[in-house]
């Protein structure tokens, strides 16, 4: 079989809410692939016929409790030169949802992965949050139980990176006071609910704030939360003798006591009358 017999993985990014956030590639995949691997079955028919699109391949569910199943189904499919398309209820396949299994099962095996990009909740969230996108950890959902749920949240308080959770709503009033105990009442963070929906709601405030107002008005749908990274530590101030000392050993490297001074405060965020009167004994 040479490349262009060979079969692939495409994986599609599929609407959060908004069927107009659908790319020109997404309706292609969805009419010309030979096998679609759909998280959900009937929300895939809803998809496509709010698309105008018509399947020509064989559609299979593919979900977290048969994916394990399934998979050597699909790359048998590959074998045979299959195009097969994974599309999740939305967002892109494999980030906390099914697919990985399949592209690790795909590559191990020789067939190549692609993907038709498009939405993300993870994305859209940290970009609405008003926090920090420079550089971000996501850490998907969770785990269910609290005591669980804040060894993890203990784990990542001195993250210093803005974080991106998903988060179930039965689950969102807890997750959101177990956060506030453990990163602080005051870091900031934001819900972001039902992302390009109609009913769209971006809430913006500290910890403590989201989960009173969580626990108040029991948010539905789907959930992403953002959280501001751990503010940087202070530094530690250097003992009395050690900032001596380093100031004699700039002045032993030639430069004068006024310029060793000025540079050993700033150095370590001290006033520079404070280690001038260390170094003068005042």
Request: glycine share 10%.
């Amino acid at each position: 079989m040479d490349s262009s017999e060979k079969g692939r993985v495409v994986l599609l990014g599929a609407p959060l809410g908004n069927v107009g956030d659908a790319s020109a590639r997404l309706r292609e995949v969805l009419s010309t692939a030979d096998v679609i691997a759909a998280e959900d079955t009937r929300r895939l028919a809803r998809l496509t016929r709010d698309l105008g699109v018509t399947v020509t391949g064989r559609i299979v569910s593919y979900f977290e409790g048969n994916d394990e199943r399934r998979t050597p189904e699909l790359v048998d499919a590959l074998a045979g030169g299959a195009v097969v398309a994974v599309v999740t209820d939305g967002g892109m396949p494999s980030v906390s949802d099914p697919g990985f299994r399949l592209v690790r099962a795909a590559l191990d095996a020789g067939y190549p992965v692609t993907a038709a990009p498009g939405p993300s909740a993870v994305t859209t969230a940290l970009a609405l949050s008003g926090l920090p996108s420079d550089r971000f950890v996501f850490e998907g959902f969770l785990p269910r139980t609290g005591s669980h749920r804040r060894s993890r949240l203990r784990e990542l308080a001195a993250e210093p990176r803005t974080l991106v959770f998903f988060e179930a709503p039965h689950r969102i009033t807890g997750m959101l006071a177990d956060a506030a105990a453990t990163f602080g009442d005051e870091r900031p963070a934001a819900v972001c609910r039902e992302l390009t929906k109609t009913y769209e709601e971006i809430r913006r405030d500290t910890l403590a704030e989201l989960a009173a107002w969580a626990g108040r008005e029991e948010p539905r749908g789907e959930i992403t939360v953002v959280v501001g990274g751990a503010p940087p530590r202070p530094a530690e101030r250097p003992a009395d003798e050690d900032l001596r000392a380093a100031v004699a050993e700039r002045e032993a490297a030639g430069s004068s006591r006024r310029d060793a001074i000025q540079a050993v405060a700033d150095e370590h965020g001290i006033r520079k009358r404070e280690v001038y009167a260390l170094v003068h004994g005042q």
